[in-house]
């Protein structure tokens, strides 16, 4: 207790003595006079929100110094123990020692925009500028400072970039097993950690330089910890929970609908329960709830102007419908399910067996089936709401518990099975834990899959510069463009207009043009496209694992109006 008054008074003399200008300066290292206006401003006013969040946090750091440990009621124990012997300890480490192994194999393989962007733009900058300027949805702030922190520590590389993807993806499979033997038996827990492992988008996120897997690892331990609240009524988890909750938004806002849609469940599972458990909502919603809220507050206070200036909702709308339609972002996923699962046979069986584990946890333990489908529900209204693209990946925070929903979908079949065919053996799950290891073992085939390139740059830049003439022109457009620029540093003229592009045909013989991501192409450049569909040949394309990403290598041998030749 006296380490939080301490801790409290620190937070309150920082928040009322520390000048804005001299924090202003300390992060952005240079004098407020060399800054550039606009921003100053910003960084001013957030240097000013950011004391007021030490103050607020001080105080309430003393009176949670004051409340009690525990409820003066009497909690609900754990349903489920979290103790485990010592085989099981041993086999979830050495399922954390393969999972590594399978996410650090080909880490540096191709890395595709958004990645490019983050290494281009964040991890090589300070954290002080990291912590203090959002210009970009890009910026996965947490992510951000891990990545930089890797790149101090091991230099800059795709490898590198990555790491902090894969530290947070094999940390997600551990806290998902920590979530499974809350709510479920410890085979689920075992097989569902393994299934996870052996999966395909799981490495392929894992190996993804951005703030899925914490977003992912944030999700399920706040789910451990809220569920743990629920039942043992512990101040230090709800404590705990807000921690995780602020660090969770932290690395990206769609945290946010994941909160709100646990505190939907939350009021769900209070107001449904016993009389005397409301008793305590109040407390819990203060340290778990506002506490998170304040938290995320303090994380974010440095660049909240930069927020409420427009920046985040920069971009938000796009002119590709396509991606703000629910039925691309079905199809999608049902196509990550093939290759997942390797074929449409298996993914649509998974399909239906994720369906009978929801049932039955719905019947059996209905937390879980609501912390998969509410916080989801919350991320699509809210989606529609904002205009914003809806990728499968926004959805990816889910994916541990589909999982766990997966396996005891498997088991229950498996048990329906076993009453109908030898009713004797009804109870046994040995059939059940055959068969899931068997959809872990089809799942293990398509990993090799996740290590190719997500989207492969570099070999369409080598065979440009190997089969090009001296006389070529090379021109870039689009999202290709952004990369050879910044990243690659290729000295390509870049065309955005299909007259910019016919003025470079027209003084070459022949033309070399490089672009990715089609949809991307025909709303953004439709005239352009139209000609290169019509007046350009495809010389070769690399594929990559991102879907949309394959890099289309084209060239056109006659200049703009020039008839082709009689054949």
């Given at each position: ?85 010592v085989l099981p300890a041993a086999l ?49 702030i947490l992510y951000s400072l891990f ?154 206070a440095l660049v909240l102007p930069q ?261």
């Amino acid at each position: 207790m006296v380490f939080s008054y301490i801790t409290a008074v620190l937070l309150i003399l920082a928040g009322a003595l520390l000048p804005s200008n001299s924090i202003v300066e300390l992060l952005q290292a240079a004098p407020v006079d060399r800054i550039e206006p606009g921003l100053l401003a910003h960084l001013l006013a957030g240097a000013q929100l950011f004391k007021a969040g030490l103050i607020m946090l001080g105080i309430a750091i003393a009176l949670l110094a004051r409340l009690p440990a525990r409820s003066a009621s009497t909690g609900t124990a754990a349903r489920t123990s979290t103790a485990t012997g010592v085989l099981p300890a041993a086999l979830v480490m050495l399922v954390l020692v393969i999972a590594t192994a399978l996410r650090l194999i080909e880490l540096d393989n191709g890395l595709w925009i958004d990645e490019i962007m983050t290494y281009v733009n964040y991890a090589g900058a300070p954290f002080g500028q990291l912590v203090s300027t959002y210009d970009s949805q890009n910026h996965h702030i947490l992510y951000s400072l891990f990545a930089h922190a890797s790149f101090l520590l091991f230099g800059e590389g795709a490898w590198a970039l990555r790491l902090p993807a894969v530290l947070f993806g094999v940390a997600s499979i551990w806290a998902l097993y920590l979530f499974a033997r809350q709510v479920a038996t410890l085979r689920e827990a075992l097989l569902s950690i393994a299934l996870l492992t052996f999966s395909y988008h799981h490495i392929w996120f894992s190996q993804n330089a951005r703030g899925y897997t914490a977003l992912l690892f944030f999700t399920l331990l706040s789910s451990w910890l809220l569920v743990r609240a629920l039942r043992e009524r512990q101040l230090y988890l709800w404590i705990c929970y807000a921690v995780a909750a602020a660090l969770g938004v932290y690395v990206h806002m769609t945290m946010l609908f994941v909160v709100f849609g646990q505190f939907i469940v939350y009021l769900w599972e209070r107001l449904a329960g016993q009389r005397e458990n409301r008793r305590e909502m109040p407390v819990e919603f203060l340290v778990g709830f506002c506490f998170a809220g304040l938290l995320t507050f303090v994380l974010y206070a440095l660049v909240l102007p930069q927020l409420v200036g427009g920046i985040y909702l920069e971009g938000v709308q796009t002119t590709i419908e396509t991606w703000t339609n629910p039925v691309w972002t079905l199809l999608e996923l049902v196509r990550g399910l093939q290759i997942g699962f390797t074929g449409t046979a298996l993914g649509l069986i998974a399909s239906l067996i994720f369906l009978a584990g929801l049932v039955e946890f719905a019947r059996t333990e209905p937390v879980v089936a609501k912390l998969m489908i509410v916080p989801a529900l919350v991320t699509i209204a809210a989606i529609v709401v904002l205009g914003h693209p809806m990728f499968p990946r926004t959805f990816f925070f889910a994916m541990g518990f589909g999982v766990l929903i997966v396996i005891r979908g498997m088991l229950t079949a498996s048990r329906l099975l076993a009453r109908a065919v030898a009713p004797s053996r009804a109870d046994s799950e040995l059939p059940g834990t055959v068969l899931c290891l068997l959809l872990i073992s089809v799942s293990a085939l398509s990993v090799p899959r996740a290590w190719a390139p997500k989207q492969d740059f570099s070999h369409a830049l080598e065979y440009v510069e190997q089969y090009s003439d001296a006389g070529d022109a090379i021109v870039t457009t689009g999202v290709a463009a952004i990369v050879y620029q910044q990243f690659y540093r290729v000295n390509w003229p870049v065309v955005e207009s299909l007259s910019e592009l016919d003025v470079v045909r027209s003084a070459h013989r022949r033309t070399w043009l490089l672009y990715t991501m089609p949809l991307h192409m025909h709303s953004a450049y439709p005239a352009m496209m139209e000609s290169i569909e019509h007046d350009f040949r495809i010389a070769t394309e690399f594929h990559g694992t991102l879907g949309d990403g394959t890099i289309f290598v084209v060239v056109s041998d006659l200049p703009p109006g020039q008839p082709d030749k009689p054949k």
